[in-house]
């Protein structure tokens, strides 16, 4: 059944006057001189054994607005970092004896703010606007569930261009690389779809939501000798982190393997640190090194390369 307008409407009303009643559009929010951010970053870490990505995740806040706000909140002596007993690279976020007293003072605030509304309710009503409050935040909470990532192969209607766009943005933006360097994906991405019938050949897409975020490829037929040349591995900047990266990379080799060739080589710049770490955890090791500056600013070029798989593994 289709929703009507009117009702849309009125959800869109009654959520803005409840935003502008809870204090979330002035100053002093929660009794205090924070922002709505930081007091829900402080009670979300009141919970315990929080780190600085579930903040993230529960603020739907990217990592650099999070990595901020914590620092405000570590300066003011509200919020103390420690290592995690399982793994000492993510650190635990504490709330000191100042935070405990803090975040009191907003739970006291926010619920004498509640009673004080809900007292004007008959129970009956109480119950439906407990009941309807959390059956709209579990809708509005699904809305931010991301959509499922498929992995799929061969050309696609847009696939060029897309896998051509997704190489232009990321250099541009890391290494400084401009019109050459997308002529040459484009032109190399347009050459290899002629040979896409080769069965040596291959190209894998990553999808969510019906868009290209991700794409890999393997030529069998540029470097010759039985040599697998891996070509075009991009990852959206908003698709790092959900492990599609790692499912693009095994689905190609394991077509390598497959097809039985004698090694797989892959050309990329240094600096690329994560790349890097994820070539190598897959038995690629450093052959080569270059320095190149034919893509508009100077890199150092790496060449990387995976034996064949043995036999029985």
Same mark, same amino acid.
Request: charged share 25%; net charge neutral.
């Given at each position: 059944?289709?929703?009507?307008?009117?009702? %849309?409407?009125?959800?869109?009303?009654?959520?803005?006057?409840?935003?502008?009643?809870?204090?979330?559009?002035?100053?002093?929010?929660?009794?205090?001189?924070?922002?709505?951010?930081?007091?829900?970053?402080?009670?979300?870490?009141?919970?315990?054994? %929080?780190?600085?990505?579930?903040?993230?995740?529960?603020?739907?806040?990217?990592?650099?607005?999070?990595?901020?706000?914590?620092?405000?909140?570590?300066?003011?002596?509200?919020?103390?970092?420690?290592?995690?007993?399982?793994?000492?690279?993510?650190?635990?976020?504490?709330?000191?004896?100042?935070?405990?007293?803090?975040?009191?003072?907003?739970?006291?605030?926010?619920?004498?703010?509640?009673?004080?509304?809900?007292?004007?309710?008959?129970?009956?009503?109480?119950?439906?606007?407990?009941?309807?409050?959390?059956?709209?935040?579990?809708?509005?909470?699904?809305?931010?569930?991301?959509?499922?990532?498929?992995?799929?192969?061969?050309?696609?209607?847009?696939?060029?261009?897309?896998?051509?766009?997704?190489?232009?943005?990321?250099?541009?933006?890391?290494?400084?690389?401009?019109?050459?360097?997308?002529?040459?994906?484009?032109?190399?991405?347009?050459?290899?779809?002629?040979?896409?019938?080769?069965?040596?050949?291959?190209?894998?897409?990553?999808?969510?939501?019906?868009?290209?975020?991700?794409?890999?490829?393997?030529?069998?037929?540029?470097?010759?000798?039985?040599?697998?040349?891996?070509?075009?591995?991009?990852?959206?900047?908003?698709?790092?982190?959900?492990?599609?990266?790692?499912?693009?990379?095994?689905?190609?080799?394991?077509? %390598?393997?497959?097809?039985?060739?004698?090694?797989?080589?892959?050309?990329?710049?240094?600096?690329?640190?994560?790349?890097?770490?994820?070539?190598?955890?897959?038995?690629?090791?450093?052959?080569?090194?270059?320095?190149?500056?034919?893509?508009?600013?100077?890199?150092?070029?790496?060449?990387?390369?995976?034996?064949?798989?043995?036999?029985?593994?």
């Amino acid at each position: 059944m289709a929703l009507s307008e009117q009702i %849309v409407d009125e959800i869109r009303i009654h959520s803005r006057k409840m935003v502008r009643e809870l204090g979330f559009t002035g100053r002093g929010f929660a009794g205090t001189d924070l922002s709505p951010s930081s007091v829900h970053a402080l009670l979300e870490i009141e919970k315990g054994d %929080v780190a600085a990505r579930d903040i993230g995740d529960a603020l739907h806040m990217d990592k650099s607005s999070v990595s901020r706000m914590l620092r405000k909140l570590i300066d003011a002596g509200w919020v103390y970092e420690d290592s995690g007993e399982k793994d000492h690279r993510v650190k635990r976020l504490s709330l000191t004896s100042a935070g405990k007293t803090q975040v009191g003072q907003i739970n006291h605030f926010a619920r004498q703010q509640v009673q004080t509304a809900i007292e004007r309710l008959t129970p009956e009503q109480r119950h439906i606007v407990s009941n309807g409050l959390r059956l709209y935040g579990e809708a509005l909470a699904q809305t931010h569930t991301p959509a499922a990532i498929s992995i799929q192969s061969g050309y696609r209607p847009g696939v060029m261009a897309r896998i051509t766009e997704l190489h232009a943005l990321f250099y541009a933006r890391t290494a400084g690389f401009g019109q050459a360097f997308e002529s040459v994906v484009a032109g190399g991405l347009a050459e290899f779809g002629y040979r896409l019938g080769n069965p040596k050949n291959a190209i894998w897409t990553a999808i969510q939501d019906g868009q290209i975020i991700g794409s890999i490829a393997i030529d069998g037929e540029d470097m010759g000798s039985g040599k697998a040349h891996l070509r075009w591995f991009i990852v959206n900047v908003s698709a790092r982190g959900s492990g599609v990266g790692k499912q693009l990379l095994d689905t190609a080799l394991a077509f %390598v393997d497959a097809q039985s060739f004698t090694e797989t080589h892959l050309w990329t710049f240094s600096g690329l640190e994560a790349a890097r770490h994820l070539y190598e955890s897959r038995s690629f090791s450093l052959a080569e090194e270059r320095p190149g500056s034919q893509w508009g600013s100077k890199v150092l070029e790496q060449r990387f390369v995976r034996p064949a798989k043995p036999e029985g593994r």
